[in-house]
T-cell receptor
Framework: EAGVTQSPTHLIKTRGQQATLRCSPISGHTSVYWYQQALGLGLQFLLWYDEGEERNRGNFPPRFSGRQFPNYSSELNVNALELEDSALYLC????????????FGQGTRLTVV | GESVGLHLPTLSVQEGDNSIINCAYSNSASDYFIWYKQESGKGPQFIIDIRSNMDKRQGQRVTVLLNKTVKHLSLQIAATQPGDSAVYFC???????????FGQGTRLTINP
């Protein structure tokens, strides 16, 4: 069974540009969580989607946004990129039982130059 | 606000010894805790979890202890192996908030 997959693996953007990151959850999972992990730091909660709706949001500016599609895959969009947005962006999915059965993907490394 | 922190940012142990990684949390409403292992270039991997109605839970070579009185969580790894080298994160969850709050992480290195 395939795990959580994220694309692209690496992404290089210029300041002011927009980045789109994608996540495909484990088959049957309806919840998707996005986290930002800056180099050497812990994971900061970004967004939680469930059944196509945004359920919770972390302390990030509005230029961080996303959506969940009918097939439960998800996109994270970051507008007006800033240098400090450079980080590993991690996606996790769960099957509705919360974090008891959530799994993370390998992440997308975003570099803003 | 809520926070989860770690007492030691780095930990070095001899191969074969037991490792103990500590974590403090501040949100008394948290009712679920997870330990994750993250190897270089990979996403966090679930190790073990514990609910607030328990004070100890054992897995394969790992034990998690929860002390709600002092809001402290620990991960014990028995007979540490080279493959245990990684960054370990504790995370707490308040089921009402449905988001995991992560600590900064502890890097565990194994000396041969």
């Amino acid at each position: 069974e395939a795990g959580v997959t994220q694309s692209p693996t690496h992404l290089i953007k210029t300041r002011g540009q927009q980045a789109t990151l994608r996540c495909s959850p484990i088959s049957g999972h309806t919840s998707v969580y996005w986290y930002q992990q800056a180099l050497g730091l812990g994971l900061q909660f970004l967004l939680w989607y469930d059944e196509g709706e945004e359920r919770n949001r972390g302390n990030f500016p509005p230029r961080f946004s996303g959506r969940q599609f009918p097939n439960y895959s998800s996109e994270l969009n970051v507008n007006a990129l800033e240098l400090e947005d450079s980080a590993l962006y991690l996606c996790a999915s769960s099957g509705g039982q919360g974090w008891t059965e959530a799994f993370f993907g390998q992440g997308t490394r975003l570099t803003v130059v | 606000g809520e926070s989860v922190g770690l007492h030691l940012p780095t930990l070095s142990v001899q191969e074969g010894d037991n490792s103990i990684i500590n974590c403090a949390y501040s949100n008394s409403a948290s009712d679920y805790f997870i330990w994750y292992k993250q190897e270089s270039g990979k996403g966090p991997q679930f190790i073990i979890d514990i609910r607030s109605n328990m004070d100890k839970r054992q897995g394969q070579r790992v034990t998690v202890l929860l002390n709600k009185t002092v809001k402290h969580l620990s991960l014990q790894i028995a007979a540490t192996q080279p493959g245990d080298s990684a960054v370990y994160f504790c995370a707490e969850n308040n089921q009402g908030a449905q988001k995991l709050v992560f600590g900064q992480g502890t890097r565990l290195t194994i000396n041969p």
